[in-house]
Structures are given as C-alpha cells and as structure tokens.
C-alpha cells in the first residue's frame, strides 16, 4: 500500500496567519508523530498519537500549536499565528508500536516545506 | 544536557571506499539506537536498529557499531556508490519509551 503523505508539499504564508498541515499515515499504524526540522538542526519531537490514548504534546513549542487525529487516522498540525521562526520543513511518521516499543520503525512522510513570510 | 553529535561538515569519499560515520551522545543512556537515510526533500528511511547489548549489526553493505562504553556508535557503509549519497542521522530511545532523540545527521558524498 502507500506510504505516509502529507499535504500541502509547500506551504508559503505570511506571518499572523493560521496554517494547518495534514497527515496521512500507513492504514493500520497505530502510532503517529510529528517532528520539525529546521536547516541544520535534528529532528525535533512535536506530538505522539497512539490509538485512542491521550496524545503526548510535550514537544509542542508553544500554544500557538495544536494537533489532533480524527478517527485514529488522519492528522492536523495547526500553527496559528505564524512567526518567521516556524518556518520549518514539518516531518509526520506512522509506526505499527502497540504500545511502548522503542523497536518500531519509523515511516516517514515527504515533509511539509513551511515558509513563513 | 543531552546531547547527540554528528559530524556536521560533509564527508567526501570515493567510490568503492568505504564510508564511517561517526554517532557521539552524551548524558544519555539509550537502550536502542536507529539509523535513518534522508534525501534531499524527502523523509527519512529506517536503515537499522541496534540495541545496547548488541555489539555489531549488519545488513547487505551497512554495519553499525554500538559502543556504551565510549557512548558512540559507527555506520559503515562497505563499497560505497554514488547513490549511496544522502544525509544519515543516528537516532537514540531510551527503553519502554516511543521517542526517539535525532541527531542532525552527516551528509555523504559518494564521487565516481
């Protein structure tokens, strides 16, 4: 089957503006991620999603960022307000982990290039 | 803090050579360290996993190395091509936890 996808590829915006990015993992992967990365820097943990528990949103850098799955699947990464500083490209994986398993590979999406203006 | 190195300047080398990166971390005690491949504009792809009790893991042209003791592990890549090419980034978890702390990877260079 496909991989994970995510939408928009590229998203330009000016700064203020809300702007949300979408995730389609692998069916059937329980376990969802979002990371961020910026030029020269490692992936950086926004979110985790595991089934119908409650998501870990210790990484999100501020409030201005939310996340939710809809029906174990699809994810929305919100930014509201948008700074120059989130510009990022935004990193969604899927894993099959039934739980705490830190074997589980990881399914990257292709990233969502984010320019803020 | 914790703390995960690669070497941040770009590693040339020839075809056929092979390729050693280097994974350093510190004030960390990972139970698990992964290997990801990332191309430009793409995502990272899972290469290889290698648990603390394991000294060595090999798969085709790729071995990696797992050292607790100088908290470092090496990614050798044997015969190395040109589409051998890309950013690798060494990933650290701790056990029974599902996050994984990344460094910011190594570009390598394969030269025909």
């Known amino acids: 089957g496909a991989g994970v996808s995510q939408s928009p590829s590229n998203k330009v915006t000016e700064k203020g503006k809300d702007v949300e990015l979408r995730c389609d993992p692998i069916s059937g992967h329980t376990a969802l991620y979002w990371y961020r990365q910026s030029l020269g820097q490692g992936l950086e943990f926004l979110i985790y999603f595991q089934g119908n528990s409650a998501p870990d949103k210790s990484g999100l850098p501020s409030d201005r960022f939310s996340a939710e799955r809809t029906g174990g699947s699809v994810s929305t990464l919100t930014i509201q307000r948008t700074q120059q500083e989130d510009s990022a490209v935004y990193l969604c994986a899927s894993s099959q982990s039934p739980g705490l398993a830190s074997t589980d590979t990881q399914y990257f999406g292709p990233g969502t290039r984010l320019t803020v203006l | 803090s914790q703390k995960i190195e690669q070497n941040s300047e770009a590693l040339n080398i020839q075809e056929g050579k092979t390729a050693t990166l280097t994974c350093n971390y510190t004030n960390y005690s990972p139970a698990y360290l992964q290997w990801y491949r990332q191309d430009p504009g793409r995502g990272p792809v899972f290469l290889l996993l290698i648990r603390e009790n394991e000294k060595e893991k090999r798969k085709e042209r790729l071995k990696v190395t797992f050292d607790t003791t100088l908290k470092q592990s090496l990614f050798h890549i044997t015969a190395s091509q040109p589409a051998d090419s890309a950013t690798y980034l060494c990933?650290?978890?701790?056990?029974?936890?599902?996050?994984?702390?990344f460094g910011t990877g190594t570009r390598l260079k394969v030269l025909a």
């Open positions: 990933a650290l978890s701790t056990s029974g936890t599902y996050k994984y702390i």
